[in-house]
């Protein structure tokens, strides 16, 4: 077989080292600082983006937090400011509502105060009358009519027993 | 019928004689040429407008160097990238010239022993030099296996001593067999269709176009085999095992 001929091995390892010394150096000339550095800064970029990617998730999380803190604490107060108005209306009407009542309860017993007196005064006037009449009556009932103070006692005593 | 080993005949090109000692300018020369020419008009190609966004050409190239680098990174680590642009030489080398081989009338040169030798034996000191620098005599501890009983030692460093020195044997054997192996195939397989006429011939014919099919595969996985064993050695010498 020729490959064990060693006539022509210096001339093999002779250009292969010359060919293969050519394409180190084209590695390292041509295809590091090209290949190598475009693909790097790709890298670069790629991480960069993903890093800012990243913090404008962050801050857009902050963002959202601190809008819903916000939005928790109005809501909260809207409610306390809702309970103080609704205590203070009702304080307010249940004042009114006593003040008419007593007003109206006032009227009330100055109304009943007077039908009372009205109702004293008739029945007054009532046995004025019935007196009358008695002493009227027996009169001309009996020739001889009773005396004025006796028949109101007995108007008295019936009007007593009539209730 | 031609013999089946004269395809790996060297034949002079340009005669070129020093002293008596003959560095004659040969096909095999040409084919080495032809590699670095091809690789040199990929990366000049591919890095000819360079953008973040590739185009078709640089796609191409950093096809072959992320697979490199990845080969690299993953047996080697961190450490290992320091080495990267001669490992993607060697890949480069061995790869292109076990596919251009594969045209026809184009010399193979990995199918040669001494190509092959060569390479393995630097890569092999290169190995064990780059092991020294970092370990010191340290790096000798390679050959004991770490937590083996001590009582092992008269077995195993030997044992060990042999496997170490043999790298450089089968990782150039191991090349240059399967590229002189599968080139006599073809040609003994191209030859039976010859022999047999346009009848019989049909049989040795399909299997060529198998062999031929198989052969590019093996061009292939053979650059990778040989890169990656340097990568596990070269691993070996940095992190030791």
Known sequence: MPQFDPASFPSQLFWLAIFFFLLYRLVVKLVMPGLGGVMESRQRTIDEDLAKAADLKARTDAAIESYEAALAEARGKAQAILRETAEEISRESEARNREVGEVLARRIDEGEARIAAARAEALDGVKDVAADVTVALTGKLMGEAAALPAARASVDAVMREAR | ?241
């Open chain 2, 1 to 241: 019928m031609a013999n089946p080993v004269e395809q790996f005949q060297i034949e002079p090109i340009v005669p070129i004689a020093v002293g008596p000692i003959d560095l004659s300018f040969t096909n095999s020369s040409l084919a080495m040429a032809f590699a670095v020419g091809l690789s040199a008009a990929l990366f000049y190609a591919g890095t000819r407008r360079l953008s973040l966004v590739p185009g078709r050409m640089q796609s191409l190239a950093e096809l072959f160097y992320e697979f490199v680098a990845n080969m690299v990174r993953d047996n080697v680590g961190k450490e290992g990238m320091r080495y990267f642009p001669f490992i993607f030489a060697l890949f480069l080398f061995v790869f292109f010239g076990n596919l251009l081989g594969m045209v026809p009338g184009n010399f193979t040169f990995t199918s040669h022993i001494v190509v092959t030798g060569a390479l393995a034996l630097v890569i092999f000191i290169a190995v064990t030099v780059i092991g020294f620098m970092r370990h010191g005599v340290g790096y000798l501890r390679m050959f004991f296996p770490h937590g083996a009983p001590i009582a092992t030692a008269p077995i195993l460093i030997p044992i060990e001593i042999i496997s170490y020195l043999s790298r450089p044997f089968s990782l150039s054997v191991r090349l240059f067999a399967n590229m002189t192996v599968g080139h006599i195939m073809l040609k003994v397989l191209a030859g039976f269709v010859v022999a047999l006429g346009v009848v019989g011939g049909v049989v040795p014919f399909v299997a060529v176009i198998g062999v031929t099919v198989l052969e590019f595969f093996i061009a292939a996985l053979q650059a990778y085999v040989f890169v990656i064993l340097t990568c596990i050695y070269l691993n070996d010498a940095i992190h030791m095992h």
